[in-house]
């Protein structure tokens, strides 16, 4: 009875504290220990620490920088003509290595922040575009994996096909299932890359040997794997673009139809219309297939309407999560933030948006997703959201499965601590960032003051105009995609649209 007595802090001896298991049990996580309010508050400083600031200065930066990639492919699409007159593009906050996009993270090459670029964008570029809502969406999946296709030219008129023969494969013979003619036409992944890589360097050289004041520096073009990747130095940002050469859907492929059928998180939050607008395929290779041939299926406009359904909680303790784990798992280059995010949509499916909803479950939500990644690894199970049938982790080898689940286990069992550390490395990447912004040096409105990539270019006072718009984009926007149409014969109006607001 003492013991009880003292227990529940009554009939204690004078003056003494109160014990420390007087707090609910369900304040302590069961498995590390570590106290839930804590774990709560090192993910909203780490947010805090994370978060990117974005002055006039950096604004109109980064709007310059865009201005000089959409005017160097207008400038590509010139060369030889090939890629559409009127595009549209799909530019996207975070670099191929952020997960935006499913692809091989093997081959990526290596880029910090802080060390190579300050900001990163990936911008998906149709090299062809199938936009009739009334054509039927046509795949050929009979040679690939699951989120696999294979993309016949036999699909596009003669021109096309006349146009872009030197990209694709040619198989001899009848095409199977029939019909007449010598063969097929393949679209080619790797020969597009190559294409696109060969075209971006002759017109970057171009303008390297005609510099003007003004334009951003390009301190490097680098081909990594079937991503082409340009670091631009516009004033005190460098800006990291990944380029990627894709194939642009109007309409939802068929092999994801029953996707739609099941249950989701979004349902009654945007329309059915804005999640199944339009679809990729991106130049990747399933573990098995034929790399010549084979793209994956990307669902990047789809990521982007979902994007809007989440709460900001969750997305508080995916960004702390992503920062735990990406690099602690780089070696060997297995997952990507793209399988990391996955599972986050999965858990959204499963769980009710009342409970997704409240910030005091946010150290909640980040255990959880490491106890669903450690789960996904040990079964060798991370199903594509969009097409569950398709298993991201089925060909992980026993000696990664093993590596890989070892080290989040160590992440697992002391969570508090490595928050902390990723706390210190934002810290010291702020103060990085501030020390490089306070350097002296010319300030950009000076430097773009004969408006080679500005609309309307001209003195100061537009100068400021723009960057307090662009401010006040970034402000309201912060996170989001932005759709760009882009007419090569005429870069000097910008035409793009975040979500459904046009600019």
Known sequence: MAALASLSGKDGPPGARPPALAKPLNDLDFHSGARIEEVTKLIQEFGKHELRDFDDRRALEVHTAKDFIFSMLGLVQKLDHKLPVSNEYLLLSGGVREGVVDMDPEELGDYARGTDYDVDFTLLVPALKLHDRNQPVTLDMRHSAPCHSWLSLRLFDERTMEKWKECCTDTEGPPEGGGSGGGSYYFSPTKVADWFFRSVCAVIERIRSHPQRGVPGVVAVDKNGTVVTVILDVGRSRLLYDVVPVVSFKGWPAVAQNWLMENHFWDGKITEEEVISGFYLVPACSCAGNRENEWRLAFSRSEVQLKKCLSAPLIQAYQAYKALIVKLLSRPRAISPYHLRSLMLWACDRLPSSFLGRE????????????????????????????????????????????????????????????????????????????????????????????????????????????????????????????????????????????????
Request: with cysteine.
């Open 360 to 503: 005091e479950n946010t150290a909640h939500f980040l255990l959880g997703l490491l106890d669903d990644l450690a789960h996904c690894l040990v079964n060798r199970s991370c199903p594509n959201y969009f097409l569950p049938q398709c298993n991201m982790f089925e060909r992980l080898p026993d000696s990664t499965v093993l590596l890989l689940a070892c080290r989040l286990s160590s992440v697992r069992s002391d969570p508090a601590e490595h928050l902390r550390s990723a706390i210190e490395h934002a810290k010291a990447a702020g103060r990085l960032a501030q020390e490089l912004r306070q350097r002296p040096g010319p300030g950009l409105a000076a430097s773009q003051s004969d408006g080679v990539l500005l609309a309307g270019g001209g003195g100061g006072g537009q100068d400021d105009s723009l960057a307090r718009k662009l401010q006040q984009l970034v402000t309201e926007n912060q996170g989001k995609s932005i759709s760009v149409f882009l007419n090569p014969d005429d870069v000097s109006k910008p035409h793009f649209r975040i979500d459904d607001k046009f600019f």
